[in-house]
């Protein structure tokens, strides 16, 4: 969502009549939680969201494991019109932490046997979108998982916001999202070079789809949700969402007022955006996966942490659905686990294996696209790992 043409698209369709979709998510309600025990940088912690939320983020919660034992705190609204205060409790949109629960999931199928990672994308997909969407037939499942297809990303597709904002809940269906890609020139040459693109997890999404003979979802939910006991994620649409589920918000005009943006639905529950979760989800699912190591297989997992060249721009590295990040800070200081930025939610999922540091948080404002409040958000990730690692 890189692309700055469709925020303009965005101001203009706002002020048009919305008569062709209705609202799927309402407003939030409460939850109840009982904190946790003190930790001795309760107040640090605690004082980094509450500085965030003064300078403009909605709310903010977050869940941080280090040397001293688990905190988590809260700063700010889920709901600012009802007045519902953001909660430990609160679900939020994971945005493209969903990206690693799909690899979750494919990565567990490979070893089932189910599929190969090296199989050749025209093994599973309709011949149509081998067809129409360039680099498709030179790419493998495992080039769709760390992003070295070179395929053109959907959401940086003008025509898809456009649709968006003509029916912004509309529930979007593989089949419908990757037209928007057909004849796009790719980024690179398959296999040359590494560009993050949503397209292909949307395309293992559809591969998945094919392997499991029905719907991903299903899948999901029964070889990874259940197992680990994740019990407040949903993998929106497919899933109802709960009343406690935070509003989503960004400041369209980039003037200082946010905008409540939860029913823009920008592809959820096709393999690269969809869940929503808890702090406590993610940090169950990122230390049973990487810290852990009690869902994959050692060879398996070994294949997931193989990594690019590092992305500069971004200070990361794409493993299968999984990042190696913060290679801004220290050579110590990287962590395993996956970003998620969307119109109206942004979230963080990390385990610092160096450290033996879990970080998670949600926050329901997009980061995105440009404002000014994602600069504060990036102030926001830099300050509260500086907090993190301070002895």
Same mark, same amino acid.
């Given at each position: 969502?890189?692309?700055?043409?469709?925020?303009?698209?965005?101001?203009? #369709?706002?002020?048009?009549?919305?008569?062709?979709?209705?609202?799927?998510?309402?407003?939030?309600? /409460?939850?109840?939680?009982?904190?946790?025990?003190?930790?001795?940088?309760?107040?640090?912690?605690?004082?980094?969201?509450?500085?965030?939320?003064?300078?403009?983020?909605?709310?903010?919660?977050?869940?941080?494991?280090?040397?001293?034992?688990?905190?988590?705190?809260?700063?700010?609204?889920? =709901?600012? =019109?009802?007045?519902?205060?953001?909660?430990?409790?609160?679900?939020?949109?994971?945005?493209?932490?969903?990206?690693?629960?799909?690899?979750?999931?494919?990565?567990?199928?490979?070893?089932?046997?189910?599929?190969?990672?090296?199989?050749? !994308?025209?093994?599973?997909?309709?011949?149509?979108?081998?067809?129409?969407?360039?680099? #498709?037939?030179?790419?493998?499942?495992?080039?769709?998982?760390?992003?070295?297809?070179?395929?053109?990303?959907?959401?940086?597709?003008?025509?898809?916001?456009?649709?968006?904002?003509?029916?912004?809940?509309?529930?979007?269906?593989? /089949?419908?999202?990757?037209?928007?890609?057909?004849?796009?020139?790719?980024?690179?040459?398959?296999?040359?070079?590494?560009?993050?693109?949503?397209?292909?997890? !949307?395309?293992?999404? $559809?591969?998945? =789809?094919?392997?499991?003979g029905g719907d991903h979802s299903?899948?999901?939910?029964?070889?990874?949700?259940?197992?680990?006991?994740?019990?407040?994620?949903?993998?929106?649409?497919?899933?109802?969402?709960?009343?406690?589920?935070?509003?989503?918000?960004?400041?369209?005009?980039?003037?200082?007022?946010?905008?409540?943006l939860t029913n823009y639905n920008?592809?959820?529950?096709?393999?690269?955006?969809?869940?929503?979760?808890?702090?406590?989800?993610?940090?169950?699912?990122?230390?049973?996966?990487?810290?852990?190591?009690?869902?994959?297989?050692?060879?398996? !997992?070994?294949? $997931?942490?193989?990594?690019?060249?590092?992305?500069?721009?971004?200070?990361?590295?794409?493993?299968?659905? $999984?990042?190696?990040?913060?290679?801004?800070?220290?050579?110590?200081?990287?962590?395993?686990?996956?970003?998620?930025?969307?119109?109206?939610?942004? #979230?963080?999922?990390?385990?610092?294996?160096?450290?033996?540091?879990?970080?998670?948080?949600?926050?329901?404002?997009?980061?995105?696209?440009?404002?000014?409040?994602?600069?504060?958000?990036?102030?926001?990730?830099?300050?509260?790992?500086?907090?993190?690692?301070?002895?």
């Open positions: 969502m890189r692309n700055i043409l469709w925020i303009v698209l965005l101001f203009t #369709a706002l002020l048009l009549p919305q008569s062709c979709g209705k609202v799927e998510i309402g407003p939030s309600s /409460d939850c109840n939680y009982t904190s946790p025990s003190a930790h001795p940088k309760s107040a640090a912690y605690q004082a980094v969201l509450d500085e965030y939320t003064a300078k403009g983020l909605p709310g903010i919660t977050a869940l941080i494991r280090d040397q001293h034992g688990v905190w988590v705190g809260v700063s700010g609204w889920a =709901d600012i =019109d009802a007045r519902i205060p953001m909660r430990p409790c609160t679900v939020s949109k994971g945005a493209s932490t969903t990206k690693t629960f799909v690899a979750v999931l494919a990565l567990l199928l490979s070893e089932e046997g189910k599929l190969s990672l090296d199989d050749p !994308l025209d093994k599973w997909l309709p011949g149509e979108v081998i067809e129409k969407v360039k680099n #498709a037939r030179e790419s493998t499942v495992r080039m769709l998982l760390n992003h070295t297809t070179g395929i053109a990303d959907v959401i940086e597709d003008n025509n898809f916001y456009l649709a968006v904002l003509n029916d912004p809940p509309h529930k979007w269906t593989s /089949d419908e999202l990757i037209k928007f890609v057909y004849g796009d020139d790719p980024l690179f040459p398959a296999g040359s070079d590494t560009e993050y693109s949503n397209t292909n997890y !949307l395309l293992l999404a $559809m591969v998945l =789809d094919k392997v499991t299903a899948a999901l939910r029964t070889k990874v949700l259940e197992p680990l006991g994740l019990d407040d994620t949903y993998y929106y649409w497919h899933d109802d969402l709960p009343a406690e589920t935070a509003q989503g918000y960004f400041d369209l005009y980039n003037n200082g007022t946010i905008l409540n920008t592809g959820s529950g096709n393999g690269y955006g969809g869940i929503y979760t808890t702090v406590f989800d993610l940090q169950t699912f990122i230390e049973a996966l990487v810290r852990d190591k009690r869902v994959l297989k050692a060879e398996t !997992l070994d294949q $997931m942490l193989t990594f690019t060249l590092p992305d500069d721009d971004y200070n990361r590295a794409n493993g299968l659905g $999984m990042f190696k990040d913060f290679l801004e800070r220290a050579p110590d200081q990287f962590a395993y686990g996956h970003r998620g930025r969307d119109l109206g939610y942004t #979230a963080d999922m990390f385990w610092f294996p160096n450290q033996d540091y879990t970080m998670t948080y949600l926050i329901n404002y997009g980061t995105d696209a440009k404002s000014a409040l994602k600069d504060v958000f990036t102030d926001f990730r830099k300050e509260i790992v500086d907090v993190m690692m301070a002895q």
